[in-house]
């Protein structure tokens, strides 16, 4: 298991019908670490996505498996990605939590180009609330 710094920039396209998309996208740096079934991909929040001093990592085991996972004060959740199959996960942003269910519609993965994406629908206690796409991209730090 081996880990170094990267330079992430991630991309959040979140659809909800009948509206436009809302983009977000930021560059941070973070951690890759290379496991011998999986890379994860690690950072913490700021203040501009409103979790600062959470810390969110994306576990890539494959185009078929991502969980998403989020840890800290302001929120707890581990959503997990299985291509064409529901997934259930709590919510919890510590005054309350919220069911979510995901659904992967796409995953792709290109490690020596150093990106991957997940994309997704997503119900909020069992109502469609859209497709959200997560695009990934990490290099070196120079």
Same mark, same amino acid.
């Given at each position: 298991?081996?880990?170094?710094?990267?330079?992430?920039?991630?991309r959040t396209?979140q659809?909800v019908?009948g /509206?436009r998309?809302?983009?977000? #996208?930021? /560059?941070?740096e973070g951690?890759?670490? /290379?496991?011998?079934?999986h890379?994860?991909?690690s950072?913490?929040e700021?203040?501009?996505? +409103?979790?600062?001093?959470v810390?969110?990592?994306?576990s890539?085991?494959?185009?078929d498996?991502?969980?998403?996972?989020?840890? !800290? #004060?302001?929120l707890?959740?581990e959503?997990q990605f299985?291509?064409g199959?529901?997934?259930?996960?709590?919510?919890?942003? !510590?005054?309350g939590a919220?069911l979510i269910?995901?659904? %992967?519609? #796409?995953?792709?993965l290109?490690?020596?180009? +150093?990106e991957? /994406?997940v994309s997704?629908t997503?119900?909020? #206690?069992?109502?469609?609330? !859209?497709?959200?796409?997560?695009?990934?991209?990490f290099?070196d730090? %120079?």
């Open positions: 298991m081996s880990a170094k710094k990267v330079l992430l920039s991630i396209v659809s019908p /509206q998309p809302e983009i977000m #996208e930021l /560059q941070t951690t890759l670490t /290379q496991h011998p079934d890379v994860e991909l950072y913490v700021s203040e501009m996505t +409103g979790l600062e001093g810390t969110t990592t994306f890539v085991y494959g185009e498996k991502v969980i998403l996972t989020r840890h !800290g #004060e302001k707890n959740n959503m299985f291509l199959e529901k997934t259930d996960s709590l919510y919890d942003v !510590g005054f919220l269910t995901v659904c %992967a519609r #796409e995953i792709h290109d490690l020596q180009k +150093g991957f /994406q997704y997503v119900e909020v #206690e069992h109502t469609p609330m !859209g497709t959200n796409t997560y695009v990934v991209r290099r730090m %120079a």
